[in-house]
């Protein structure tokens, strides 16, 4: 290897693997299609294997050009704060059933592709997420998902046409129509084949969930007739000849490809796979430029006006978490503002993470954490009323009870710390 000449070498695409049973024992694997389409375009595919650890590992991966997710089961609700209240215990039963193969959560997956969409996106990398994998940036950036599309848009939908997202008989065969935003990366892929103001393709799908609430860095490319985003990308990070390109697809342009042939049903549906590789060379071609120094973001005015906003907010919760002191009724505005902040931005390292952690503002429950200081601040004020209105006796008597209950509750904790003690000896 001393002697190689790494030129010559192809930029890497790290693609996860899905597991599987085979012969009573776990098997990793990934689609051909994928694989096939990468290496046309002239890039390699790094496979990384869903092995429990990895996501700890991801260094070793090194170097990463591009990342393409594009398979697997559902993504963890608690990881978007899924409101799953809104089903019955047989609703949720009936989906696991006729979903089986999906809903079984894969949490060693979800925690290797979302530390690669996340590396991705502090790191400018090219990456394009097909199915689950669109899904996965949408939860990476604050975004949310319907549980089941068929239970929560499809049969809601009274204005709009009911769309069949999968058919387990039909699965490469499967087609549902799908309108195409104009003056979007979609739109120009499929120009030559959109007829005159109708804006729409067929498309092959399999999914039983989809995008809620898009993240808001997001832009749509398409929507199904039920008003599903089907397609979505970043214009801040999309420039393949300069390598970026953050895309995610709900559809599938790889199994629209003709059996034994090089046709797809339409001659725009390779071109994600070309533009992302496209995107993944240029991207290679940066880093391995000694000349290349990543430029440092201009903020304009406007910006750095609200980085300062921002800030203030964090600060103020900080001060909040070290004095252990509650909120202030006029700071509750600048508090807020931190935590949408964090809501609708979850590419943040683990290091940040860490951090906004120890300052009291957690990543997920930001909003969550902000309602609890409320309500302990609105219970303390209506306690005070109702105290002050209390007699001398009745405070007296009060405070009697609160003491033997503190008596009785350091009692029994003592006493439960010394029947530990006994099962330790």
């Not at 790889?254 to 001659?267: A, G, I, L, V």
Request: proline share 4%; glycine share 6%; with cysteine.
């Amino acid at each position: 290897m001393a002697n190689s000449d790494f030129s010559n070498m192809l930029p890497r695409v790290l693609i996860v693997s899905r597991r599987t049973v085979r012969k009573k024992k776990f098997v990793d694997f990934v689609g051909e299609y994928h694989l096939d389409l990468i290496v046309r375009y002239g890039a390699v595919p790094v496979i990384v294997p869903r092995v429990s650890g990895v996501h700890m590992l991801l260094e070793s991966f090194e170097p990463i050009h591009g990342v393409l997710l594009c398979e697997g089961e559902d993504i963890d609700p608690s990881l978007y704060d899924a409101e799953l209240s809104g089903f019955s215990t047989e609703e949720l039963e009936e989906i696991r059933k006729l979903h089986a193969s999906d809903t079984a959560i894969d949490k060693e997956k979800d925690s290797i592709e979302l530390r690669l969409a996340k590396l991705c996106l502090e790191r400018d990398i090219p990456y394009l997420g097909i199915c689950r994998g669109s899904q996965v940036l949408n939860v990476a950036c604050g975004g949310t998902l319907y549980q089941d599309v068929e239970k929560e848009v499809s049969k809601k939908c009274s204005e709009c046409q009911r769309v069949s997202h999968m058919s387990y008989e039909d699965y490469d065969g499967h087609r549902h129509v799908v309108r195409v935003v104009e003056n979007t990366p979609l739109h120009h892929w499929f120009e030559d084949s959109l007829e005159d103001e109708k804006m729409e393709i067929m498309v092959n799908s399999y999914h039983h969930q989809g995008v809620k609430r898009l993240a808001k860095r997001f832009v749509p490319m398409a929507f199904a007739p039920d008003g599903l985003v089907e397609g979505f990308y970043d214009p801040d990070a999309y420039n393949p000849e300069e390598g970026k390109f953050i895309m995610g697809l709900q559809f599938h342009p790889e199994r629209m490809r003709h059996p034994d042939s090089d046709d797809f049903d339409y001659p725009g549906c390779p071109s994600a796979y070309q533009e992302f590789v496209k995107a993944v060379i240029a991207h290679e071609k940066k880093l391995n430029c000694s000349a290349y120094v990543p430029k440092a973001p201009k903020l304009n005015q406007e910006l750095e006006m609200n980085r300062k906003i921002i800030l203030r907010s964090f600060s103020i919760a900080k001060n909040m978490y070290i004095s252990g002191h509650g909120m202030v009724s006029s700071k509750a505005s600048e508090l807020k503002v931190g935590a949408e902040f964090l809501e609708t931005n979850m590419t943040l390292s683990l290091q940040q993470e860490n951090r906004l952690k120890q300052i009291g503002a957690t990543v997920r429950n930001e909003s969550m954490y902000l309602e609890r200081l409320m309500k302990k601040e609105e219970r303390e004020r209506i306690a005070r009323i109702i105290m002050g209105k209390m007699s001398i006796e009745q405070l007296s008597d009060l405070m009697s009870l609160y003491r033997m209950m503190g008596q009785i509750c350091s009692d029994v904790l003592e006493k439960k710390l010394q029947d530990l003690m006994k099962e330790d000896n």
